[in-house]
């Protein structure tokens, strides 16, 4: 552990030593330089590039996979919400903007901060401490001996608010994520857990449930129907009725499981 100090800001914090990789994405070129020149006393950030627009960033997020991204929401073309909706795995994401009529979407999406222009170097200070602090929690889990993956035959109990379930794994058809909770669907029941997509990710039987997309998990002794979908994905419909989207970066993963 190291510890670093910005004398614009007079603000202490506690770093771990490790690098991160961040991407600025602007389509303002004066932003993006000064965001650059923001970050310098950050010596724990290593700017690997600049990205102008959504599709822009898409192909240096490929190249680099970077840890950490500074995202403008409004840009020419794609959002920077549409522009992680085509994400399969998201980066930490600190939103760049300066309209704050945002900041409430982009905690549904588990940003990081939301941080208003013009940027000033205590704010940032700030948004690097939470950036370090989520890391450092994201460290601990995975430092903790690995758990078993469960079966589609497993119980697992789900509880939302006062009422709770013991439910067969194979009787759950989808998982959706919301923020930083997900949907639960099986029966006629949709309750919500706090728990993280990525998370029951890690536990699901990889033969039985498939990571979709960045915000769904679905049960392939579910799938009823699939659909070719726009720019290369799939629609597949499930027994209970929902619809479900599968990116383009799932879907000849998904063609190769469900294919004799």
Known sequence: MITTYSPKSEYLLTVNSNQMKALIIDDERLARQELRHLLQPFTEIEVVDEAQNADDALQKIDQYQPDLIFLDIQMP???GF???EL?????MVIFTTAY???AIRAFEVSAIDY???PINQER???SIKKIHEHKAAMDAQQSEAPQSRLSAEDRVFVKDGERCWFVKLSDI???ESEGNYVRVYFDRFKPLIHRSLNALDERLDEKAFFRASRKHILNLHWV???EPYFNGGLIVTLKGGEKVEISRRQAARFKDMMSL
């Open 77 to 79: 073309g794609k959002s």
């Open 82 to 84: 549409e522009m992680l």
């Open 87 to 91: 994400l399969d795995k998201v980066p």
């Open 100 to 102: 704050d009529e945002y």
């Open 115 to 117: 941080l208003l222009k």
């Open 124 to 126: 940032l200070a700030e």
């Open 173 to 175: 058809r989808l998982f």
């Open 224 to 226: 009823e129907a699939i």
